[in-house]
């Protein structure tokens, strides 16, 4: 058989073959290569930041996300929630109403509100005293927590009480407000938890 004689439709096919074989074997090569660049869970736990869409927090409504292996909780306020923030702030019934304690938040959060804007509120959902976990109680009033009671945060492990700005009320255990983190905003529902406004990773 002569040497010259080439099949030219079998070395098409076998060009194509190997440059298709070769193809995929570096794509599964660069996925791992690709993900290893990327943030491990432990990393993220440590302090990476934490985007959130709050697109279908409806008025009244709560989410928890974790940040640093944290409850973070987010809470997009209705307007009457909003004017009993501002009715409580003139009270003598919180601890640190203007929020004058300045580890508990960012320079950003330290108003009336404790947060960038009044309608949402981002807090850490851990109380302040021992650590439990407060619950969210939004009704006014009822029958357990007394005529006082405008909305907010309870803890039951001790009795201390939070408003609806992770503001402390005078005379229970937690010394200090809600502790708020470092967040900003990414757009109108998209919140980035972890870095504050002007803050880049």
């Known amino acids: 058989m002569s040497t010259d004689s080439v099949d030219q439709g079998k070395r098409r096919f076998l060009t194509t073959t190997a440059t298709v074989v070769g193809g995929v074997g570096m794509g599964f090569t660069a996925v791992p290569f690709v993900k290893s660049m990327q943030p491990s869970e432990r990393a993220q736990a440590a302090g990476a930041p934490v985007e959130v869409d709050i697109s279908n927090l409806e008025p009244g409504q709560l989410m928890t996300v974790e940040w640093r292996g944290k409850p973070v909780w987010i809470l997009r306020r209705t307007q009457e929630e909003i004017e009993s923030v501002e009715a409580l702030t003139e009270s003598s019934t919180l601890r640190d109403p203007l929020s004058e304690e300045e580890a508990q938040q960012p320079p950003f959060a330290q108003n009336v509100y404790r947060s960038i804007e009044p309608e ?34 309870f803890c039951p492990c001790h009795g201390s009480r939070f408003d609806m700005s992770g503001r402390v009320y005078a005379g229970v255990p937690a010394p200090t407000n809600l502790v708020v983190p470092p967040y900003r905003f990414l757009a109108e529902n998209r919140l980035l938890i972890g870095e504050t406004p002007g803050e880049t990773a």
């Open 120 to 153: 949402i509120l981002v807090v850490i959902g851990i109380c302040t005293h021992l650590g439990c976990s407060p619950t969210f109680r939004p009704e006014v009033a009822p029958p357990d927590l007394g005529p006082d009671w405008q909305g907010g945060f």
